[in-house]
């Protein structure tokens, strides 16, 4: 309605963006580093321009077929966080089966959904929390340890019949239901997903932790936001001869360290990072990383050496 066109909004138009500030800067070739989706725009812009490009750092990368999860790999990760858990005492009495205690919340709803009263501005309103809703909001807070141990609590609150926790997290300032920002829902949309991964995707979710929510809103648009597809052509393996590092987090609840190795497989010779304990984001806490991302850049190699973040803190003091 406002005369912009959607289109516009996908990871090649970004790519091409970038091959135009390199010609721009007057440069043969540029460096790139990003994390989360600049790892996907940064393998578009290996893949589709790759004399522009040199070196590539890739933080808690997401692949050009990996923008809806793997419900399996969501489940692999919650096993992550049991055995971390399970090395702090406290932790482990109060989650002895996240897994288990998930499954119950999640079918408990299922049978029964609960109709939560929040409050919104001076109002209030009743949201209705289905088995989705609960998956959503879960799925959107998996990021880092700090956030997980969040979503681990409100588990816990709704495994003693208290869903307030997620009721909080689903309202709207405005009291919509769904509100969606064009530039992410054009690029995961364009992006889109590969029709055997979708079908592998439908194949895991029904006896998965969080079902397809990892795959909202790609999964759920039907033909609404079909035109914007990419095709498949974008999203089909490639394979580079790129110098490039991957910085793999352990406890990375968005992007999964099998996947980061799916990723690595696409390249000669990768720098592969493992960082033990390292969320989505935190993984760039450690000095002793960061001191590896500059000898990349200077040298093109750096140590592979596991580095360990210090465990998470499951439980509140």
């Given at each position: 309605a406002e005369g912009i066109d959607l289109?516009?909004?996908?990871?090649?138009?970004?790519?091409?963006?970038?091959?135009?500030?390199?010609?721009?800067?007057?440069?043969?070739?540029?460096?790139?580093?990003?994390?989360?989706?600049?790892?996907?725009?940064?393998?578009?812009?290996?893949?589709?321009?790759?004399?522009?490009?040199?070196r590539a750092v890739l933080v808690s990368p997401e692949g050009?077929?990996?923008?809806?999860?793997?419900?399996?790999?969501?489940?692999?990760?919650?096993?992550?966080?049991?055995?971390?858990?399970?090395?702090d005492s406290a932790a482990r009495r109060l989650y002895p089966d996240v897994p288990a205690?998930?499954?119950?919340?999640?079918?408990?709803?299922?049978?029964a959904p609960v109709t939560?009263?929040?409050?919104?501005?001076?109002?209030?309103?009743?949201?209705?929390?289905?088995p989705f809703e609960l998956q959503r909001i879960a799925a959107d807070r998996l990021a880092?340890?700090?956030?997980?141990?969040?979503?681990?609590?409100?588990?816990?609150?709704?495994?003693?019949?208290?869903?307030?926790?997620?009721?909080?997290r689903?309202?709207?300032?405005?009291?919509?239901?769904?509100?969606l920002d064009p530039m992410p829902l054009g690029m995961d949309a364009a992006s889109g997903v590969s029709a055997s991964r979708r079908a592998r995707v439908l194949a895991e979710a029904p006896a998965a932790l969080l079902g397809d929510a990892l795959g909202w809103p790609v999964l759920h648009s039907g033909e609404a936001?079909?035109?914007?597809?990419?095709?498949e052509a974008f999203r089909a393996p490639f394979r580079s001869d790129h110098r490039v590092m991957i910085v793999s987090g352990t406890l990375d609840g968005r992007t999964y360290p099998e996947e980061h190795e799916d990723i690595a497989s696409s390249f000669r010779a990768p720098v592969f990072l493992r960082v033990v304990n390292g969320g989505h984001n935190t993984v760039l806490s450690s000095p002793d990383v960061q001191a590896r991302l500059k000898a990349f850049f200077a040298t093109g190699n750096a140590?592979?050496?596991?580095?360990?973040?210090?465990a998470p803190r499951w439980v509140s003091p």
């Open positions: 289109a516009a909004y996908t990871t090649l138009e970004s790519a091409a963006d970038l091959d135009d500030l390199r010609a721009a800067l007057g440069v043969a070739q540029l460096d790139l580093w990003g994390i989360s989706y600049g790892t996907h725009l940064a393998l578009a812009a290996l893949k589709h321009f790759p004399t522009s490009f040199r050009l077929d990996h923008s809806v999860k793997s419900p399996l790999a969501t489940d692999a990760f919650f096993q992550r966080v049991q055995a971390s858990i399970n090395s205690m998930i499954r119950r919340v999640v079918a408990r709803a299922a049978a939560v009263r929040v409050a919104i501005g001076a109002d209030s309103t009743d949201i209705v929390m289905g880092d340890p700090p956030a997980i141990a969040g979503v681990l609590a409100l588990f816990a609150r709704a495994d003693r019949g208290d869903l307030s926790g997620f009721g909080e689903a309202q709207r300032r405005t009291g919509e239901p769904i509100f936001l079909a035109d914007l597809d990419l095709g140590s592979d050496a596991p580095v360990s973040l210090p």
